[in-house]
């Protein structure tokens, strides 16, 4: 297996986690008001979500291009402007009414399982990242590769918990980034539209190349 397939599903894990949404802004008001032991018990719980989605993403992505290599361009494609939407819509954010964490969390690892495996968007996101983030080593996916890239993801899941963790219980971040929460979401639009833009230049070689007899 290419170390670079690796390398790119840790990563897509990595900023999978790290990217500000509903379980992150969570994961922060948890932190804040109960420590950094909370924060990691609410990231151990949302680590199963994690996994369950990068599993389904990765069958989604790996079946795609073994069954049909111009499905995976498609799919590419798909993704690329489904990122470019979000993208987009980060880079447009305005400021909201502070909705932080205000009450006792009794059980932090109950609440983020539950986050982990009920959030609606955790599929097509972990579908669309991994998906920009493999897209150049298309060629080298089957099936084999599953229990590489699944365990490098776990790694990268993992490294970016204990990131955040340590984040959390710094007071002076936590108030950086409830000071400068907009232009935080912001810039991780204009991330994803960097990755959207990469998917879909990766894609249309596939697709150009496709002709009707």
Same mark, same amino acid.
């Given at each position: 297996?290419?170390?670079?397939?690796?390398?790119?599903?840790?990563?897509?894990? !990595? =900023?999978?986690?790290?990217?500000?949404?509903?379980?992150?802004?969570?994961?922060?008001?948890?932190?804040? !008001?109960?420590?950094?032991?909370?924060?990691?018990?609410?990231?151990?719980?949302?680590?199963?979500?994690?996994?369950?989605?990068?599993?389904?993403?990765?069958?989604?992505?790996?079946?795609?291009?073994?069954?049909?290599?111009?499905?995976?361009?498609?799919?590419?494609?798909?993704?690329g +402007?489904?990122?470019?939407?979000?993208?987009?819509?980060? +880079?447009?954010?305005?400021?909201?009414?502070?909705?932080?964490?205000?009450?006792?969390?009794?059980?932090?690892?109950?609440?983020?399982?539950?986050?982990?495996?009920?959030?609606?968007?955790?599929?097509?996101?972990?579908?669309?990242?991994?998906?920009?983030?493999?897209?150049?080593?298309?060629?080298?996916?089957?099936?084999?590769?599953?229990?590489?890239?699944?365990?490098?993801?776990?790694?990268?899941?993992?490294?970016?918990?204990?990131i955040? =963790?340590? +984040?959390?219980?710094?007071?002076?971040?936590?108030?950086?980034?409830?000071?400068?929460?907009?232009? =935080?979401?912001?810039?991780?639009?204009?991330?994803?539209?960097?990755?959207?833009?990469?998917?879909?230049?990766?894609?249309?070689?596939?697709?150009?190349g496709?002709?009707?007899?």
């Amino acid at each position: 297996m290419e170390i670079s397939m690796l390398i790119g599903a840790m990563v897509a894990a !990595a =900023i999978y986690t790290l990217t500000p949404g509903p379980a992150f802004l969570a994961m922060l008001g948890i932190g804040a !008001a109960q420590g950094r032991g909370a924060s990691a018990g609410f990231l151990f719980g949302h680590f199963a979500g994690d996994m369950m989605w990068a599993s389904l993403a990765l069958v989604a992505i790996i079946g795609s291009r073994v069954l049909n290599p111009m499905m995976f361009d498609i799919l590419a494609m798909i993704c690329g +402007v489904y990122l470019f939407w979000l993208g987009v819509r980060a +880079v447009m954010a305005k400021r909201r009414i502070d909705g932080s964490v205000d009450i006792i969390v009794k059980r932090p690892w109950r609440r983020g399982f539950i986050f982990g495996i009920t959030n609606p968007k955790g599929y097509p996101v972990a579908v669309a990242m991994f998906t920009a983030l493999l897209a150049k080593d298309a060629a080298f996916l089957d099936w084999s590769s599953m229990t590489g890239l699944l365990s490098a993801a776990a790694v990268g899941f993992l490294l970016a918990d204990m990131i955040l =963790i340590w +984040v959390v219980g710094l007071g002076v971040l936590r108030r950086f980034y409830q000071r400068h929460e907009i232009w =935080i979401v912001r810039a991780t639009g204009v991330l994803f539209i960097g990755f959207a833009i990469q998917a879909i230049m990766s894609s249309l070689p596939g697709l150009a190349g496709w002709r009707r007899p």
